[in-house]
């Protein structure tokens, strides 16, 4: 049968594993292993059974076209492992060939991401913001949906498993632009990390590099483009607890973000913004998170492709696995299970 040894590397990683692992797994020798992946050997249909049983892919996911692994940018809450971070661009790369597979039965929302070049249009990140609440006609004040603005200019929004990944922004095999979010964060982390990645696709993508800090002026893009100085300022003159979380409501950042951007326009000082800080680790919320005070934005265009397969087009749920040469337990975690990708409920 036809073999690709790119996709056993995919699939390796994916699951976490080493060659070691995949060796204890699967009973093959990770000698063997290693030459195959390295393209030094093939793989007899024996072999590839043993892969399939011991990665948890049907025996086709191995006979695909060559993957070419996400390449973007990320937020991340901190340093992780490169086996992680090998994990989860293989974890990214799998779902992005999902939306490449599904998407040829509908017809996606143009693209719309307005680009600003800090070297040839001068300004900075906050300036870039305005430029694209501005080109995206936003009206003054909050962005009541994020999610929804996104994903109506063009940009898919998918939620999955990051782990100490915050989010990550790219372009798929069609050069399609994609958001991914982790689904374990807070409703106002999602927010900021979705603005913060918009940042990159706006600031940075295409665009030679500049050494600066580019994790930086996305933050600063988000800040700004979540909530404008100009009509923020006049509501942070007199910050306490209380009023930190009618704001956090009303604007749908979190308290910490609205402090900062306080502490930066000069409605409070570094003492101030300091002891803020102190009261938010003191309370948990640095490191398990804010009081969720409003519900997440869902994306929908996934979603939406996939309930057209479902309803429109009359696939079965075992007919949606074999197209995208996935197990049934990948379909379900990826696509049916609550908080994944999206919400499906279909059975």
């Not at 374990?184 to 999602?190: F, G, P």
């Not at 337990?329 to 990826?334: F, N, S, Y």
């Amino acid at each position: 049968m036809k073999f690709n040894e790119k996709t056993l590397t995919l699939a390796r990683e994916s699951r976490g594993y080493t060659q070691k692992q995949l060796s204890e797994k699967s009973g093959v020798a990770q000698g063997t292993i290693s030459k195959i992946e390295l393209g030094q050997l093939s793989a007899p249909e024996y072999l590839i059974e043993l892969f399939s049983k011991a990665l948890n892919y049907p025996v086709d996911f191995f006979a695909q076209e060559p993957y070419f692994y996400v390449r973007g940018h990320y937020r991340s809450k901190q340093s992780i492992s490169d086996k992680a971070s090998k994990m989860y661009l293989a974890k990214m790369t799998i779902v992005e060939r999902i939306f490449t597979t599904l998407q040829t039965a509908v017809e996606l929302p143009e693209p719309n991401v307005p680009s600003w070049d800090i070297d040839v249009d001068g300004g900075n990140p906050a300036m870039a913001a305005l430029f694209v609440r501005d080109k995206w006609k936003i009206p003054k004040g909050r962005i009541n949906n994020l999610t929804e603005l996104v994903e109506d200019n063009g940009i898919l929004v998918m939620l999955l498993d990051l782990g100490e990944k915050d989010g990550f922004s790219t372009y798929s095999d069609i050069k399609y632009p994609v958001i991914f979010l982790n689904n374990r964060r807070t409703s106002d982390r999602l927010r900021f990390t979705l603005a913060h990645e918009l940042g990159h696709l706006v600031l940075h993508w295409g665009k030679k590099d500049h050494g600066r800090d580019e994790e930086q002026e996305a933050h600063e893009f988000a800040s700004e483009l979540l909530m404008p100085s100009q009509d923020i300022k006049p509501y942070l003159n007199k910050l306490n607890s209380s009023t930190l979380t009618d704001l956090k409501r009303y604007w749908k950042t979190s308290m910490a973000s609205i402090a900062r951007k306080a502490k930066d326009l000069g409605t409070i000082t570094q003492d101030q913004y300091y002891y803020m800080m102190k009261g938010f680790s003191a309370n948990g919320y640095r490191t398990f998170g804010e009081p969720e005070l409003f519900e997440p934005e869902k994306p929908t265009i996934l979603s939406d492709i996939v309930e057209l397969y479902l309803n429109d087009l009359n696939y079965t749920k075992q007919e949606l696995a074999s197209l995208l040469h996935l197990s049934m337990d990948d379909l379900d975690e990826l696509l049916f299970n609550k908080a994944k990708l999206f919400q499906i409920s279909r059975n």
